[in-house]
């Protein structure tokens, strides 16, 4: 296809510890197919550690410590934000990977960027801009994590993004899974560049990194719905594996509520990753290269039936008890109105962006152009500069 011979295979003398180690499905650094643009390698890190520590050291992954994961960040220090979420995310999936014999930095590294695009105040954020720009492309989280890390982060002199590798772009894309059509510009774009083969399945390593998702933010938000008083410990006891872990911490001795929580928690987290490991090793094992992962019909990284109707009652139970509580409502739906007003403003009057991106929204040539200057700048604010900006455009006593 046209564009893909500008890759450059990378990797090749890259030194990776334990490479012979890895299992027959696994993603090989030194076989990567390198990235869309030619950079020397960087020996003794293999490409997907090179691209595990631009994601580190990117703007929009600082900028997750003041985004919302569920509370906002002004509504208590204990909470989870984007950043604690993404951090535990990584150190669940780079367990699993390190079991299941694959590349343990791929996987970190696509952990650690799944969530780079996510606007101030998480999902409210995400449904006040997607119902704001309907008329044109929208907004998804995972589309916007891609244009942080292709186009936003402006870092290097000879690219603009981060210059990841195919593997990782490739894993960022299809977080959820392989794309089907209609496909937004930014991914079209890319797929005629690179050749994501979009309608195949993800590698086992991304596959991992969504579950590892799954299994942190299950357990994080059952961990701050006890602390915030949502629910309490004995409302959880009729819930699969969850009531069993709760029974085992008390067994155990746990009496004080930190304690408690904490050690059932752990438990949680343990169980989800054991039936994962033990499941998708039994899948993966006859399974000869990646390309043969890739191939499959569904995914290969998967729970077993008995743990995925599990984790379903578990999300379930969130859903209903925490995320529609009415606290909850209340600041979402106080979060979506400040999102979209901020839209609307700089939509409307383009003169109220600072700087470059009044620039950029001036010059756009189309609605559309504009609509997606402003959805770049309101996506990579944090919740509480989201907050001041608002302030500063709506409140009379505050300078501008």
Same mark, same amino acid.
């Given at each position: 296809?046209?564009?893909?011979?500008?890759?450059?295979?990378?990797?090749?003398?890259?030194?990776?510890?334990?490479?012979?180690?890895?299992?027959?499905?696994?993603?090989?650094?030194?076989?990567?197919?390198?990235?869309?643009?030619?950079?020397?390698?960087?020996?003794?890190?293999?490409?997907?550690?090179?691209?595990?520590?631009?994601?580190?050291?990117?703007?929009?992954?600082?900028?997750?410590?003041?985004?919302?994961?569920?509370?906002?960040?002004?509504?208590?220090?204990?909470?989870?934000?984007?950043?604690?979420?993404?951090?535990?995310?990584?150190?669940?999936?780079?367990?699993?990977?390190?079991?299941?014999?694959?590349?343990?930095?791929?996987?970190?590294?696509?952990?650690?960027?799944?969530?780079?695009?996510?606007?101030?105040?998480?999902?409210?954020?995400?449904?006040?801009?997607?119902?704001?720009?309907?008329?044109?492309?929208?907004?998804?989280?995972?589309?916007?994590?891609?244009?942080?890390?292709?186009?936003?982060?402006?870092?290097?002199?000879?690219?603009?993004?981060?210059?990841?590798?195919?593997?990782?772009?490739?894993?960022?894309?299809?977080?959820?899974?392989?794309?089907?059509?209609?496909?937004?510009?930014?991914?079209?774009?890319?797929?005629?560049?690179?050749?994501?083969?979009?309608?195949?399945?993800?590698?086992?390593?991304?596959?991992?990194?969504?579950?590892?998702?799954?299994?942190?933010?299950?357990?994080?938000?059952?961990?701050?719905?006890?602390?915030?008083?949502?629910?309490?410990?004995?409302?959880?006891?009729?819930?699969?594996? $969850?009531? =069993?872990?709760?029974? /085992?911490?008390?067994?155990?001795? #746990?009496?004080? @509520? +930190?304690?408690? *929580? %904490?050690?059932?928690?752990?438990?949680?987290?343990?169980?989800?990753?054991?039936?994962?490991?033990?499941?998708?090793?039994?899948?993966?094992?006859?399974?000869?290269?990646?390309?043969?992962?890739?191939?499959?019909?569904?995914?290969?990284?998967?729970?077993?039936?008995?743990?995925?109707?599990?984790?379903?009652?578990?999300?379930?139970?969130?859903?209903?008890?925490?995320?529609?509580?009415?606290?909850?409502?209340?600041?979402?739906?106080?979060?979506?109105?400040? $999102?979209? =007003?901020?839209?609307? /403003?700089?939509?409307?009057?383009? #003169?109220?962006? @600072? +700087?470059?991106? *009044? %620039?950029?929204?001036?010059?756009?040539?189309?609605?559309?152009?504009?609509?997606?200057?402003?959805?770049?700048?309101?996506?990579?604010?944090?919740?509480?500069?989201?907050?001041?900006?608002?302030?500063?455009?709506?409140?009379?006593?505050?300078?501008?």
């Amino acid at each position: 296809r046209r564009g893909a011979g500008r890759l450059k295979q990378g990797g090749k003398g890259c030194m990776r510890l334990g490479m012979d180690a890895l299992a027959p499905y696994a993603t090989r650094a030194d076989q990567s197919r390198g990235r869309l643009h030619n950079e020397p390698e960087a020996p003794p890190r293999s490409p997907f550690q090179r691209d595990r520590d631009r994601i580190v050291h990117s703007t929009a992954f600082r900028k997750l410590q003041y985004k919302t994961q569920v509370f906002v960040n002004h509504e208590g220090d204990f909470f989870r934000t984007r950043l604690t979420h993404s951090l535990e995310v990584a150190q669940i999936a780079r367990a699993i990977a390190r079991t299941l014999r694959l590349d343990e930095d791929l996987t970190e590294a696509l952990a650690l960027a799944h969530d780079l695009g996510h606007p101030p105040f998480g999902h409210a954020g995400e449904e006040a801009l997607r119902s704001a720009t309907q008329a044109w492309d929208g907004f998804d989280h995972n589309v916007q994590s891609l244009r942080v890390v292709t186009r936003l982060e402006r870092r290097y002199a000879a690219f603009d993004g981060l210059n990841l590798t195919w593997e990782t772009l490739e894993g960022l894309i299809k977080h959820n899974g392989p794309r089907h059509p209609p496909h937004p510009p930014e991914i079209l774009e890319l797929d005629l560049a690179l050749d994501l083969g979009l309608g195949l399945q993800p590698s086992a390593e991304a596959q991992v990194a969504a579950l590892a998702d799954d299994i942190a933010y299950n357990a994080h938000d059952l961990d701050d719905g006890l602390r915030a008083g949502l629910f309490t410990l004995e409302e959880l006891e009729g819930l699969p594996v $969850v009531g =069993e872990a709760l029974a /085992a911490a008390r067994a155990a001795g #746990a009496r004080e @509520p +930190g304690r408690l *929580r %904490h050690e059932m928690i752990r438990r949680v987290i343990d169980r989800f990753i054991r039936d994962l490991t033990e499941t998708s090793a039994a899948r993966l094992a006859p399974l000869p290269s990646p390309g043969a992962v890739r191939a499959q019909g569904k995914p290969v990284v998967g729970f077993s039936a008995e743990m995925a109707a599990a984790n379903e009652a578990v999300r379930r139970f969130l859903y209903e008890r925490m995320y529609r509580h009415f606290r909850v409502n209340r600041m979402t739906r106080k979060a979506i109105r400040l $999102v979209r =007003e901020l839209f609307e /403003a700089f939509f409307e009057t383009p #003169a109220l962006l @600072p +700087g470059e991106w *009044r %620039h950029l929204a001036e010059e756009a040539g189309s609605e559309a152009g504009r609509a997606r200057v402003v959805i770049d700048y309101i996506a990579g604010m944090t919740d509480r500069y989201a907050i001041d900006e608002h302030r500063r455009l709506t409140d009379i006593t505050s300078l501008g």
